[in-house]
């Protein structure tokens, strides 16, 4: 059975930095990009990041360039978001999932799913 955890979300002041987690099992996920996706009360989910699933390479939305960081450990199960400099705007439900095939941006891109961690910065 896919699974996919995170873990890591909290409350944090602006221009904190919080460090979420994926945990991965159930398939050989070190094969498959992974991807970060959020959403805000009332909003659709976006894409936040994702990396290969060598880690040779990693994309970033303009909104968190420069101050958030994918990366995955040597075994490729565990997908890690560290989040520095957080804005309000930053406030979300954080979700990681696995890439299926198509524009890895889109939502309908990735297949499975974690449940989400609430990110939430306070002013």
């Known amino acids: 059975q896919v699974q996919l955890v995170e873990s890591g979300g909290g409350l944090v002041q602006t221009g904190g930095s919080l460090r979420l987690s994926c945990a991965a099992s159930g398939r050989t996920f070190s094969t498959y990009r992974m991807g970060w996706f959020r959403q805000a009360p009332g909003k659709e989910r976006e894409f936040v990041a994702h990396i290969t699933w060598g880690a040779t390479s990693a994309y970033y939305a303009e909104s968190v360039k420069g101050r958030f960081t994918i990366s995955r450990d040597s075994a490729g199960n565990t997908v890690y978001l560290q989040m520095d400099n957080l804005k309000s705007e930053d406030t979300a439900v954080y979700y990681c999932?696995?890439?299926?095939?198509?524009?890895?941006?889109?939502?309908?891109?990735?297949?499975?799913w974690g449940q989400g961690t609430q990110v939430t910065v306070s002013s």
């Open positions: 999932a696995s890439y299926k095939a198509g524009i890895a941006t889109l939502v309908r891109s990735y297949d499975y």
